[in-house]
């Protein structure tokens, strides 16, 4: 096998591995940083509805508590508000979805499928779990959702929900009696859920393995088309050449010029070596023709 096929040989190898390795790290940690940037996007928005819900509880809800004696205002509602503001926000980004989702609910807009009456169950049966994230297949693609508990914390919140006798009669008269009863407290009654498409961002860092491999494969085809030309020029092309040479003296041929080399590296150096060697036997056979 000759030296250059051996030298591409070997070079392959360590190409091919070189490639696997580089597309397996980089493919992992791109996937990886397209997931964490959905989850940032979900965290933000969820922050958003909380951002809502503490706006309209802490100031919204004050101002409208007169006329609340006389009809039921759903804007004086926490949940209400963050999923009417996130719907509206749902109306440019339509693959970014908020829900305030509820086993027993006072609006039905807001039940939980069954998806999401999984995700309240868990949070029902592991009280010290403050968020759960997962994936899930949607109508658009594969989408990432962060989910958080909804816990009864303020006893005020039982005054419309603890009993149909307790609640408001305006409440009443808008949702009727069916719905939204029984809720008890630090009871979790549903969860905050956002989800987020994660079809653009892994699409992205799909892009960026592409472009990442072809460069890198470019940039191994590139070294490996200049290691082969150095290779040749440096060094098979004169231990070739000195190899013929060679083989001329061996089979007697005298006035074999001799091989040109200026260079001090180990192909200087061979040939110094066999310029001596030749230089010997010149004078070893005139030595034996006298």
């Known amino acids: 096998m000759r030296l250059l096929l051996k030298f ?15 597309g397996k790290v980089s493919y992992d940690l791109l996937q990886s940083n397209a997931k964490q940037e959905v989850l940032n996007h979900a965290r933000l928005t969820m922050e958003k509805a909380v951002a809502v819900r503490t706006y309209t509880n802490d100031q919204i809800r ?27 926000l749902a109306k440019s980004f339509p693959d970014y979805t908020y829900k305030e989702a ?57 005054a419309c929900h603890s009993t149909v006798e307790a ?5 009443i008269d808008k949702y009727g009696s069916a719905n939204g009863f029984g809720w008890q407290l ?29 460069s890198l494969i470019g940039i ?3 070294i490996g088309i200049v290691l082969n030309l150095m290779l040749y020029l440096l060094v098979i092309r004169p231990v070739t ?24 590296d180990e192909i200087g150096t061979l040939a110094q070596s066999f310029a001596r060697m030749r230089h010997s036997l010149d004078h070893a056979i005139k030595m034996l023709d006298a």
């Open 8 to 22: 591409n040989l070997i070079f392959l190898v360590v190409f091919v591995a070189g490639v696997l390795g580089a």
């Open 62 to 88: 004050p101002l409208l508590e007169t006329q609340m004696k006389y009809t039921f205002l759903p804007q004086t509602v926490p949940a209400y508000s963050a999923t009417e503001v996130l719907a509206t």
């Open 102 to 158: 509820t086993l027993n609910p006072t609006n039905p807009r807001d039940r939980a499928v069954d998806w999401e009456a999984d995700i309240v169950n868990r949070f029902r049966t592991q009280a010290d779990q403050k968020e759960f994230v997962g994936e899930r297949e949607s109508g658009t693609g594969r989408a990432l959702y962060v989910a958080r508990p909804l816990r009864i914390t303020n006893a005020a919140c039982l």
């Open 167 to 171: 609640a408001p009669r305006t409440l």
């Open 186 to 214: 630090n009871e979790v009654i549903g969860a905050q859920v956002v989800s987020v498409p994660m079809s653009v961002p892994l699409a992205r860092a799909d892009q960026v393995f592409k472009v990442f491999m072809t």
């Open 220 to 222: 191994f085809v590139a």
């Open 241 to 264: 050449a000195l190899s013929k040479l060679a083989n001329r003296v061996s089979l007697g041929e005298l006035d074999a010029p001799a091989f040109a080399t200026h260079g001090r």
